[in-house]
Every structure is written in structure tokens, then in C-alpha cells.
């Protein structure tokens, strides 16, 4: 027997799907496993076609709908594509119907049989093939693996029935009987509509704590409550409320006590992971013991708002960027005994990061993460609480010394004049995975058979668009901001956080601070969004960029690719160019000399001389490009991991060597003059906050060669200094021959960078432009002029 589907579509209705067509004027009999009688409602046709793409709303009709409502290209019309009109040979218009997003066609039967199965589809005039419903149950493969609906004779809509739980029961607990057999109702959208904005985790007072669990389908909840690490947990039954949230007010001062919860759930329910026995870390605690929990019950004086400094965050197109891993860093200024954020904040105004002159400071994760103790090294990806400064990182955890680590922190760095850059993971959860065992499907994603979605490659993925975890992620993230003063983020896996949902906290993040930095990893094993967000506040991680460059400079790029990504990927990726993340090298994968080498086995240890030049060129071009430039920690001293792509656990290779930074200490001067260019009023040129007006850059290309000359600001629109307009020349050859370029005539140049020095004017210049023109590239060399009109 095939059993129907039940499921809530919101607390007080749920949705009876049966196998086939219900065609008795009698209704199905159900009950729930408790004796109730389940009275059934016929639902309209139109809610089996929101999933189908077509209903029978009368005997020997048939309605199709399309949902017109995210197409995102162009179009005028849609219309249906089928086997009988010669898939959209004879155009079969859909017309604007009663349902907002949705466009209808009633067809004549004649045309198409309702006895016998056939494919669908529906398309635009622009030649767009709408995707099908997420959800659709008719889901067909033409020959081609093309997906299509199907139309099922035995499906029209006359099988699906709306139905109530009874009074007096919690619909999360009950269970319907179909013709003697049980049948479990999945929550569905009713558990992930359910929202609250009661305040959750511990709301603090001087003479009580109220605790606030978010667990709409749990049976019971137990808090758990002791003064210190080794003394006896004391377990307190929280109440349910109607919003869906436990609470519990403890009476007394509670201050460094350590607090978690034991969720239990009900067998009867659907894609559930209840643990009774688990003590669970709260997602909202602000302090933990240890990545598995407890949590800590912190006072309200050390979480008070990060005070106002004199630090002003640069604007998006101003940004140098650097990323850093906390322990790789610190091996760098302090040795590799130094581990945590405390070191860190010590280390910061030591003369790295000062020589350097990037003026933002990106750290991979330090919300708590999953690292089993605190010697273990960890990047941090894999995050267990996300209003936690890592335990791991902190050097007395047990009293949550990592609030006040975090903010001095921040604090050097706003001393030392850098914006500081969180990365954030928002897309999946660590282990132990404490939202799993509080309600699996609310939190997280699941697929058909409700086991764990992992297109993280992580495990799984968080649910980001139900409205409780779109808080969750807010909160934290204004907890940061807020409590911490941090000036930005960069979102890991960002493809896997829903567009509406990158919307939402964007706008929170700048109602709280205008001037924050917002950055996207754009891509996952599911799709890239870098387009999709565009027209937003975020700029992207551009690993086309990354990429090129590496083709580029070994010969086999083009002119045409390098303008395209000189110009910040304008013309397809990004609406205004400091949009593009321009990097050639991140913590992920192979570093930048370990990619590029000559060496065998991509072991760039000792760089050879062509190595050595080619990156000199990588930098000009990072550094020149327009753009946002990031460098990863080391770069700029040919930090190499000796050929290994995934360096994750191998703290022993990411950590950054000083006798290294000393053996490469030109390459390092070298990338410091260049940032310092591109800070100054002249790198202005190359720091647009807006879109360039056509012909701001100009190409003039070496025949039959990818060398090529790039002119920035050609068409005099930059504003310049008062009283001129200022251009600058940049002219590059990654071949291994001299090559030559004719550039048209521009007065008063003066050379001011070439491929070893950066200096302005340029003493003894080195590559002269001929009285009739012609520039003349040695082989891997490059040079950067500036005209003053």
C-alpha cells in the first residue's frame, strides 16, 4: 500500500497528499494514534500546481501554471513547450491569472490527451526555460537528462485535502492512522515559518538569569547548571511557551556559572535527532568552556558596547587586505609557542604588518570552533557556537578570557591603523553540531529522505533561510559587531547562504555601522552567486583573477583577459570595480609560489630565478589593478607549503618563517613600495569608488604577443588633483623575448615602478620609450609610468 504524505503547511493546517486521485464523493476517513477524528478539506487544485505545473480544476479540464515571479532575464511572454505543439514550435501564450507570480492556460483536451502521460515544460520569448518547482513530485528525464514535468493522468488534484489537528493538540506530537497503518506528518514550512523575537540565550540581571531556548518541537527541556568545571550538574525543567521558545528564571548571581540543555523529542515526529542524554551548548551562549560546550553565564559589563576610537574604517575602493591565520602569524613575530588571540594583540604593532602598509587585516574564524584541545591546530571552519571567541584561542577559557582578548585585539589593530575582517562560516556547523540534536529539520538542510544536505562538504548545511536561523546569524554577527568592534566580514561558502538572506544581513549590519566592509566567497558545490550579488554591498573573492594571472604570466593568457581583469571585472562579474576581490593566493589550496614554480612536485622551497620574476610581476599587477587587492600572509616572502594543496591540520607548514621574510626581504620591500603607491594620492587613479565612464582604461597591444600597455584614466575623466588631470602607464611582458610596443604620444612621462623597483621619480630608469614611440619590454619585466597633463 502506498502511504499518503502529511505534512504542516502552517501550525493549525496541515496537508493530506495521497498517492493518486481521490475520486469518491466521500471523503478518506483518517484519525489521529490517539483515537481523533481528522475531518479532511478538498484543497483547490492550484496547490498541487504550485509543485506540478498543471491541476484539473473540473472533470475533463486541464490548467497549466508557470511562476513567472524570479525569472531572472528579460522577457514579455512565457509559453508552454510540449510534445503536441512541437515544444514551442506553435506558440501557446500563458495569460496573468488570479495568483500573484503566476501566469495560467486553459488548453482544449482535443489537443491533448488527459488518459496518457506526456512531458512539459514552460519557456520565455527571450528562449529561457524555466527551472522546475523545487519541490516538484512529477519530475521527468528526457533522453537528453533534460529535467521536465510530467503530466500523470492519476495525479490532477483531486488528491490532495487540507486537515486540522485536533483541539488541545500539540501538532508537532501528533500522529495520523491511514486504513490502520501510522503515518507521521513532516513539519514542513510550518516549522520553518515559526519566528520570535523574545530575547534568546541568557538575559542577565543582578539578582536573576533567564534562560530561552528556541526548540518549537521538543517535548521537554532541561537546563543544566553548575559553579565550576568539576562540581555536579543540577538539572531545571524550562516551560514551554507558545512562540515556540523554553524558558527558565534562576534566581541569584550566576556569573561564571556553566549552563547547557538536554532537548528531548517525540519518536512520532518526522527528521528529528533528539539525544536526551546530550548536554547541548547553547547556540546563543557568549563564552564557552570548550568547543562541545558548556556554556558560560557572562556579566553584562563585559559584553558592553565596543567604545568609540578615532579609528575610521577606509572606504570599500581604499582597502588593502591581508589575510592571516592566527597561529601562522604569530610564528612569524613570537615564534610558534605562541598561540592565541592575547599573543595576537600583543603582536599587532610589531613591524610586519606596519612595513607592509596594508591598511584591513582579514582573520580566518575565531568564533568557537571545533578543535579538541587547544594545542591542536585548526583553521577554523568548522564553527560549534557563533557569539564565542574560540576557546581554543583563548588562555583562560574556563573565566572566558577571550571577551576581553578579543576587543584589545581589535583594539591594536585600530591602533595600528587596520580595519579588522572576520570570517564568518554561515553556511554549516562543526561537531558536535549542538543545532542538530535541538530540532535537525529547523536548523539544518535535509533532502528527500531527510538525511543531511552537505553541498558545504562539511557534513551539512545550515537551513540560512528559515527565519530563526537568519536571526541567529544576525545576532551574532551584530554581536561582533557591536560588542567587538569589528569592521567587516568575509563569508565562507557564501553561494550557500540564499540571496534574501545576504540582503537581510547586509542591511542590519549596515543600519548598525554604515562604513562596514562586506566580502563573499562566492562559490560552493552547488553553484557560484558572484553575479547575483552584483548590484549589492559585497564585494567577491574573484578566483578568475586568481587563475588568469597564473596563465598569464607563465605565456599563455591574452591581452584582451588581462584588460578584462585589470579593470576589475567590469565588464561581466562586478558593477563597480573594488567589487572584485583581486587575489592570486589564500589560505585554500597550493600557495601563489608553490602554483607557479619551475620546481617539480610544486615545491616552490627554493624559487628559481624566473619564479622570482614572474611574482614580481603577479604583485605589480595585484597592486595596480583596479579592484580590492588581497594578499595572503607570507606572499610577499614566497611562503611555500612545499607542494601540498590541503595544508588544513599541517600548522608546521602554514606557520610563517622570519628567516624566510630576511633569505626574501627585497620581494617583501617591493610589495611594500607598491601598496604605498597605491595609497597615495597619485594610486587614486586606481582606487574608483564608482563604475569608470567608457574608455577610462586603454589597451595597446604588442602584435601577435599577450604583452601589452594599459592606460589608465585615457579618457581625462578621473578629477584628479586640482588643476590636473593625471594619468598613469602600465606596460607588462611575461614572455621570455624582448617585445615592443607603439604607444601614442603622451607628454611628460616619468617612470616611476619597473619589475624590481617602485620609486617616484624612478632613478635610472631602465626601460626608455623611444622619440617615435615604441616601448621596448625586456623579457619579464614590467613598468608603470605617470603623465601629468
Request: one cysteine or more.
Amino acid at each position: 500500500m502506498d502511504l499518503p504524505h502529511a505534512l504542516w503547511l502552517t501550525p493549525s493546517r496541515g496537508l493530506l497528499t495521497l498517492a493518486q486521485d481521490w475520486k469518491l464523493r466521500r471523503l478518506p476517513q483518517v484519525h489521529s494514534s490517539l483515537g481523533h477524528k481528522i475531518p479532511l478539506l478538498r484543497a483547490p487544485g492550484f496547490v498541487f500546481a504550485q509543485q506540478s505545473g498543471y491541476c484539473c480544476p473540473q472533470e475533463g479540464s486541464l490548467r497549466f501554471y508557470a511562476h513567472v515571479g524570479s525569472i531572472p532575464v528579460p522577457w514579455k511572454e512565457v509559453y508552454l513547450g510540449c510534445g503536441a505543439n512541437g515544444w514551442g514550435a506553435t506558440r501557446w501564450p500563458l495569460q496573468p491569472c488570479e495568483h500573484e507570480g503566476y501566469y495560467a492556460l486553459d488548453v482544449d483536451v482535443k489537443l491533448l490527451s488527459l488518459t496518457e502521460s506526456f512531458n512539459f515544460k514552460f519557456f520565455t520569448d527571450s528562449d529561457y526555460w524555466l527551472p522546475l518547482a523545487a519541490n516538484a513530485p512529477n519530475r521527468a528525464l528526457d533522453n537528453n537528462k533534460n529535467s521536465n514535468y510530467a503530466f500523470l493522468p492519476a495525479l490532477t488534484g483531486r488528491h490532495i485535502f487540507y486537515f486540522r489537528p485536533p483541539k488541545g493538540v500539540n501538532p508537532w506530537h501528533l500522529e495520523l492512522v491511514w486504513k490502520d497503518a501510522s503515518l507521521k506528518i513532516h513539519p514542513g514550512p510550518a516549522l520553518l515559518n515559526i519566528h520570535t523575537q523574545r530575547p534568546l540565550g541568557v538575559t542577565v540581571t543582578a539578582d536573576s538569569s533567564t534562560f530561552a531556548l528556541f526548540a518549537p518541537r521538543a517535548t521537554q527541556v532541561l537546563l543544566g547548571l553548575r559553579a565550576a568545571e568539576h562540581q555536579a550538574w543540577r538539572f531545571i525543567a524550562l516551560e514551554p511557551q507558545s512562540d515556540g521558545t523554553w524558558t527558565h528564571t534562576e534566581p541569584g548571581y550566576l556569573m561564571g556559572y556553566h549552563y547547557g540543555y538536554r532537548v528531548e523529542g517525540s519518536s512520532k515526529m518526522l527528521c528529528g535527532h533528539w539525544d536526551p542524554n546530550k548536554l547541548l551548548l547553547d547556540p546563543y551562549a557568549k563564552a564557552c568552556v570548550h568547543p562541545s560546550g558548556p556554556g558560560l553565564i557572562v556579566d553584562p559589563q563585559r559584553l558592553r558596547a565596543y567604545p568609540k576610537d578615532a579609528f575610521e574604517v577606509p572606504e570599500p575602493q581604499d582597502v588593502v587586505l591581508i589575510e592571516a591565520h592566527v597561529r601562522d602569524f604569530l610564528a612569524l613575530t613570537q615564534g610558534q609557542s605562541a598561540l592565541g588571540l592575547e599573543a595576537l594583540g600583543n603582536a599587532i604593532g610589531s613591524g610586519y604588518l606596519k612595513s607592509l602598509g596594508v591598511n584591513a587585516l582579514e582573520l580566518q574564524p575565531l568564533q568557537e570552533f571545533d578543535a579538541p584541545t587547544p594545542s591542536t591546530y585548526h583553521w577554523g571552519y568548522m564553527p560549534t557556537n557563533l557569539f564565542s571567541p574560540a576557546s581554543s584561542l583563548s588562555e583562560d577559557p574556563q573565566s572566558g578570557s577571550g571577551i576581553a582578548a578579543m576587543k584589545a585585539l581589535v583594539a591594536a589593530c585600530h591602533k595600528a591603523g587596520l580595519a579588522v575582517i572576520l570570517d564568518v562560516v554561515c553556511n554549516h556547523v562543526g561537531e558536535p553540531n549542538p543545532l542538530l540534536y535541538i530540532d535537525k529539520y529547523l536548523y539544518l538542510r535535509v533532502d528527500d529522505q531527510d538525511q543531511l544536505e552537505n553541498m558545504s562538504g562539511c557534513g551539512n548545511d545550515l537551513r540560512c533561510e528559515a527565519p530563526m536561523v537568519t536571526r541567529l546569524l544576525i545576532d551574532s554577527l551584530l554581536h561582533w559587531v557591536q560588542v567587538y568592534g569589528i569592521d567587516g566580514f568575509r563569508f565562507d561558502l557564501a553561494d550557500l547562504i540564499p540571496l534574501p538572506v545576504l540582503e537581510k544581513i547586509q542591511h542590519a549590519l549596515k543600519a548598525a555601522k554604515p562604513n562596514l566592509l562586506l566580502y563573499a566567497e562566492p562559490w560552493s558545490f552547488k553553484g557560484h552567486c558572484a553575479l547575483a550579488l552584483k548590484y549589492s554591498d559585497y564585494a567577491c573573492w574573484n578566483d578568475g583573477f586568481r587563475d588568469f594571472l597564473l596563465k598569464y604570466l607563465n605565456g599563455y593568457g591574452n591581452a584582451e583577459g588581462l584588460a578584462y581583469f585589470f579593470a576589475g571585472s567590469i565588464d561581466h562579474l562586478s558593477n563597480k570595480p573594488w567589487q572584485s576581490l583581486n587575489y592570486t593566493q589564500s589560505h585554500d589550496d597550493r600557495t601563489w609560489i608553490d602554483r607557479l614554480t619551475e620546481n617539480p612536485h610544486y615545491n616552490g622551497q627554493v624559487p628559481t630565478q624566473h619564479d622570482r620574476q614572474r611574482t614580481h610581476l603577479m604583485f605589480a599587477l595585484l597592486l595596480c589593478s583596479l579592484g580590492t587587492p588581497m594578499l595572503a600572509s607570507g606572499q610577499d616572502f614566497f611562503h611555500s607549503k612545499q607542494g601540498l594543496a590541503n595544508t588544513y591540520q599541517r600548522g608546521d607548514l602554514n606557520a610563517l618563517d622570519p628567516q624566510r621574510l630576511l633569505t626574501h626581504r627585497a620581494t617583501h620591500e617591493y610589495v611594500c613600495a607598491w601598496i604605498a603607491l597605491r595609497r597615495s594620492p597619485l594610486g587614486a587613479l586606481l582606487r574608483l569608488k564608482e563604475r569608470p565612464a567608457p574608455g577610462y582604461l586603454r589597451s595597446f597591444v604588442a602584435p601577435g604577443s599577450s604583452s601589452v600597455a594599459l592606460l589608465i584614466n585615457a579618457n581625462n575623466s578621473h578629477p584628479g588633483q586640482p588643476g590636473a588631470s593625471p594619468q598613469l602607464l602600465f606596460a607588462i611582458n611575461p614572455h621570455l623575448h624582448n617585445v615592443s610596443i607603439s604607444l601614442p604620444s603622451l607628454p611628460n612621462l616619468v617612470q616611476i615602478a619597473d619589475s624590481q623597483r617602485v620609486q617616484d621619480p624612478l632613478p635610472w630608469p631602465l626601460l626608455p620609450i623611444s622619440p617615435d614611440g615604441v616601448l621596448t619590454l625586456p623579457p619579464l619585466s614590467c613598468g608603470l609610468w605617470k603623465a601629468e597633463g
